[in-house]
Structures are given as C-alpha cells and as structure tokens.
T-cell receptor, first 111, second 114 residues
Framework: KAGVTQTPRYLIKTRGQQVTLSCSPI?????VSWYQQTPGQGLQFLFE???????NKGNFPGRFSGRQFSNSRSEMNVSTLELGDSALYLC??????????FGPGTRLTVL | AQSVTQLDSQVPVFEEAPVELRCNYS??????LFWYVQYPNQGLQLLLK??????LVKGINGFEAEFNKSQTSFHLRKPSVHISDTAEYFC????????????FGKGTHLIIQP
C-alpha cells in the first residue's frame, strides 16, 4: 500500500498571500488530520476530517481552514500568511484503531 | 485537556548501551498513548501504542514502553541502541475513539555516540 502523500514538499510564500496544501491518505483510510510543527511550539493539532466533515479542531485562528473530498483527499488552506506560519505541516491518515500514519510533510516558508 | 511532558530535551548515549526516554502525561480521563520517531526531514513514524490491556508494549526496531497508570508515565526503552536510532522521539496522547487529535510532548533528541 502506498503511504500518505503530501504536495508540495516545499513552498515559499510572502506575507499576506494564501496557500493550499494537499494530502492523499492511505487507500481505505477515511480520516485525515493536520498538524503544524514549529521549533517553538512543537507539534500542534490543527483539525481532523472524517467522511468530508470536520470532526475536531485545534486552537488555531480562522485563517486556517481545510476540507476533505469524497475520495478522502484533503486540503488545508492558510489565508493572509504571517511570518509565524512558517512551519512543517504534517498530514496523517488514521485507522479505526486510532493509529495515525504521517506523510513527509510540506515545509512552508513565509518571507 | 490532556498534556504531555517529556522530561529530557536531549539524551546522549553510547552505541550498544541501553536507553530510557521519559514521558509523563496529565489527563482526567483514560487516554491512548503513543511514541513516534522522526528522522531528519521526514514525517513521524509510529513506534508503538498503548490502547488497553498489557501495560508492557513492544514496538518496532526493538523498542518497548511500559504504561504506569499510578505514575501517569509511559517511558520508552531500548536495551541496546544503534547509530541509526539517532532521531527525535515524541510521546503523544489522545482520548481515542475519534474524540480529538494527538497531543504531543516537546520531543527528545536521542544522540547516539560511537
């Protein structure tokens, strides 16, 4: 089985722009979660989607949003980028046994 | 809300020596516990998990962890480390059942010295 894929792997944007990141979960997995990893704050939960519905949300501003499609692929969007949004964004697909399998991440740099 | 404390930000150890990475958690309800490893420029890989049952959990790459409910701990151990074990290790908890995402500790950098 192919693992979790994330595109793009690297992204450079400037303040004020918006960005869309994509995640394809492992085939058959219906749950996708997103996490932000920074040196200062560590790994923080953004949100989780299950069957196209947002099931859980972390403590992030409304500039961070996401969606899930009928094929379980997910996108997250960050609008009005700030310097502090520079981070590694990780996507994970989850089994019914609560095991989360992570993708390689998208490294976003905001200049 | 639950929280996770990894007591050591960095642990140096000689190759072939044993290692223990400490993890304590705080939660008012039962939680699921996980250890993940992250190699440079990669995502997270699940080492092992505790959902219920036996408190000694065996994972991949020779790692094991013991759940101690009274001490709210879930320390990770390996009897003999290898250079390839150099990585960042994260302890995480969740309420399980799809109720929330993972709450991670700050991570422990394991440095294997030859």
């Amino acid at each position: 089985k192919a693992g979790v894929t994330q595109t793009p792997r690297y992204l450079i944007k400037t303040r004020g722009q918006q960005v869309t990141l994509s995640c394809s979960p492992i085939s058959g997995h219906r749950s996708v979660s997103w996490y932000q990893q920074t040196p200062g704050q560590g790994l923080q939960f953004l949100f989780e989607y299950f069957s196209e519905t947002q099931r859980n949300k972390g403590n992030f501003p409304g500039r961070f949003s996401g969606r899930q499609f009928s094929n379980s692929r997910s996108e997250m969007n960050v609008s009005t980028l700030e310097l502090g949004d520079s981070a590694l964004y990780l996507c994970a697909s989850k089994t019914s046994a609560d095991e989360q399998f992570f993708g390689p991440g998208t490294r976003l740099t905001v200049l | 809300a639950q929280s996770v404390t990894q007591l050591d930000s960095q642990v140096p150890v000689f190759e072939e020596a044993p290692v223990e990475l400490r993890c304590n958690y705080s939660s008012s309800v039962s939680v699921y516990l996980f250890w993940y490893v992250q190699y440079p420029n990669q995502g997270l890989q699940l080492l092992l998990k505790y959902l219920s049952g036996s408190t000694l959990v065996k994972g991949i790459n020779g790692f094991e962890a013991e759940f101690n409910k009274s001490q709210t701990s879930f320390h990770l151990r390996k009897p003999s480390v290898h250079i390839s074990d150099t990585a960042e290790y994260f302890c995480a908890v969740s309420l399980g059942g799809g109720a929330d995402g993972l709450t991670f500790g700050k991570g422990t950098h394991l440095i294997i010295q030859p």
